[in-house]
């Protein structure tokens, strides 16, 4: 496990053209090749490389090179990172390639001493965050992303991977390092008053709220509890709609180098916190009531349609590869899905709310110019998420997050 | 990971006497040394090295020379086991060591390419389960054994333990083979017609009602999952009364080479198991109904004592050397307490079922020579377990498995 670091260094553009190029059957020797390092990301550089004289840039060969860098760039140099996460990163790309390859992006290549990864450029597609943040709909999308989590949660957990193998897959995904920035970020710092926190000044009175809610803090602490030390299955660990690339017709999940054995319902969790964040974010969209509400039930609808496939795909793999006699036991399945829908709700909920008062915020609503309409989609954040964590032990069906929805927007509507 | 095996080979008398002479400040180079290979295990060569002319066998310096086989001795060579266990073993007996000193086996030395460990003698003291069956007392163990559960499972979690290394303990004490003997073991075949149970013939009808028996699948298949994927603490593993040294004034535990993280429930539940065995195996003590209960008192007092020890041991080193702010939200320390309650209830009623009709028995019950006497214990153990397994998710407190356990036993009786 221990790492080469000697001939790392951060890659020039033209090292990156020359990695690039020394990929077989996507450019000729002779090509003329430019490199822009366009990584928005917080750990990595990220470069695309691809033809010097094309006109469309979207429909020439092209390819992306991922190199992780030794430290978070969000807080400077002071936060060191080892670059085992990209090592851990190309790991999960290639497991999961091998379940959906459809829906993450190839990877052509691996050098563990530079922590680089060489992959499909991805640029014909759009980070969702920011298509949905453009009002944009994605007809595909629950059935797509239904598709990875039921694949890969289920050929990772103990139901669909011989449990001896999937023992040495847990040694293999430990990931100390960014399962820390979870662990902080997520379960503890919105809680208290953490220097790490962004809080709006107009936000102060909820977030003291925030502080001193215990019953709240109970459930975050079971919800951490959990995350800390359920195996169940090799999770994406960070998939917010920043996190995936997606068009109309085709959905890809990037950038999994948080990815460990964690408790499945974090990352559906993931997916419902951000719908729910930008369902809250559209509060500035208009003072039309109507048209932020046929956005809202678009995405809630896109909630319970990605749960109800999930459900039925995951169900699916279980009874046709499940891998022991055990696993069909009377009611096992029932209660096993049960659990996956509370944890859901319980995660959605404390990943809504440290969007809005911790370190790092969504676009969707931060981004909301106007600070009346800004305030709402944050209250309305807080509220939802708060709900959401309190009940997550008593939630029996998907319908009762919506009940609870309403509920916030109507609270925040009529306080 | 991998394993130098070329120059591994199982040792001879002579070789355990030459690593035992190694060991500095134990013998004098001039000693004259025997050797006897004393193992009754399953999975190891074990060697007592000693004066070859002393008086008093317990007497005098003596060495332990433990070394793990390819295989597993109790199903023949066709069992192979890697000798990574011996690692494990001697990994976890080092870290008990340091936090119990008092509780384990001192650890002279260890060699992964022999997977060989050089250990403390502990011929004066007997095996627990075998001072059991004679009857004996032991007014300490409670106290005892309690303070090893509470210490090994609180510094190996996520309360005791900073979560980040944590973690790199988990991934160091992923064990495969040894957890897949459980998994079989315990979890799978005594609820099935498995060739590797061991079912007296009048036991049948028992058996039969076990494997029919729906609700208890269920349960089991619950506490399987667990055992799969909560990796909550550092685990012995295999924590019966054959693991355990004991005198009136000392107890040692020995043989952690099932080590693993899993729920804490496992290892106390071990314990409880066992001594409620021994309890059922007195039947045969005598026909008076008064001895044989004065013998399940004493037995099920030590278990009231452990538990409530533990319980206030495990809360009081969570109060003072709690790792993070978290562990201490009002109420999370009360639910977790009962949360391994629960699971030591469950796993309690799980190991009694499967030491009468898996595949290793325990000589308190297996070893009684009148029939009837027999039968009624091995009845009682069935009852009692499939009681316990069934009640595990309702406990709320310790006082319910005495009430469950007077229910077996007149259960027994009256039918």
Redesign the interface.
């Known amino acids: 496990m221990t790492e080469n670091t000697s001939a790392y260094h951060p890659l020039t553009v033209e090292e990156a053209i020359d990695v690039a190029r020394s990929v077989t059957n996507v450019f000729y020797p002779t090509d003329d090749l430019i490199c822009d390092e366009i990584g928005d990301g917080n750990l990595n550089l990220v470069f695309r490389v691809r033809l010097a004289h094309s006109e469309s840039a979207s429909h020439t060969p092209s390819l992306i090179v991922k190199q992780a860098l030794p430290y978070a760039k969000v807080v400077g140099e002071s936060w060191p990172l080892t670059l085992e996460r990209a090592r851990i990163e190309s790991d999960a790309l290639l497991f999961q390639g091998k379940l959906v390859p459809q829906l993450v992006p190839h990877v052509h290549y691996y050098d563990e001493t530079m922590a680089m990864t060489v992959m499909e450029d991805l640029s014909d597609h759009v980070i969702m965050r920011k298509g949905l943040i453009e009002g944009n709909r994605y007809p595909l999308f629950a059935d797509h992303i239904s598709e990875f989590l039921a694949h890969t949660l289920f050929f990772s957990s ?1 139901l669909g991977m011989n ?6 897959h ?2 293999r995904f ?4 960014l ?2 920035i979870t ?1 902080d970020l997520i ?2 710092d919105p809680y ?1 008053n953490s220097p790490n926190n962004n809080i709006d000044e107009q936000l102060l009175a909820d977030h003291a709220k925030l502080c001193s809610d ?1 019953k709240l ?2 459930e ?3 919800l ?2 959990k995350f ?5 299955a090799l999770l994406h660990g960070d998939l917010h709609t920043g996190s995936i690339f997606i068009t109309p017709q085709s959905t890809k999940v990037i950038d999994p180098e948080f990815a460990y054995y964690g408790p499945i319902g974090f990352d559906i969790g993931a997916i419902f916190a951000n719908l729910l964040l930008n369902a809250a974010g559209h509060e500035h969209w208009s003072h039309e009531e109507q048209l932020r509400e046929v956005h809202r039930n678009y995405l809630l609808s896109t909630i319970r349609e990605i749960w109800n496939r999930f459900d039925e795909k995951f169900r699916s793999l279980w009874d046709e590869h499940g891998v ?4 069909r ?4 399945q029932d ?2 899905m049960e659990q996956i829908l509370q944890d859901t709700i319980g995660y959605t909920g404390s990943k809504m709310i440290r969007r809005i008062v911790g370190l790092a915020h969504v676009a969707d609503v931060g981004s909301i110019p106007d600070q009346a309409a800004k305030l709402r989609a944050q209250r309305i954040a807080l509220q939802l998420g708060t709900a959401l964590v309190k009940s997550n032990r008593r939630i029996r069906s998907i319908e009762e997050m919506f009940t609870i929805c309403e509920h916030a927007y109507k609270g925040v509507y009529t306080s």
Chains 1, 2 share one sequence.
């Not at 430990?174 to 390092?177: D, L, S, T, V």
């Open positions: 103990d449990q001896q193998e999937k023992k040495l847990v040694q430990i990931n100390p390092e399962c820390k662990e379960f503890d208290t215990h803090h109970l975050v602490a079971l951490r509890q800390l030390t359920s195996a169940q022991d006699r055990i696993s036991t009377k009611g096992y209660l096993y």
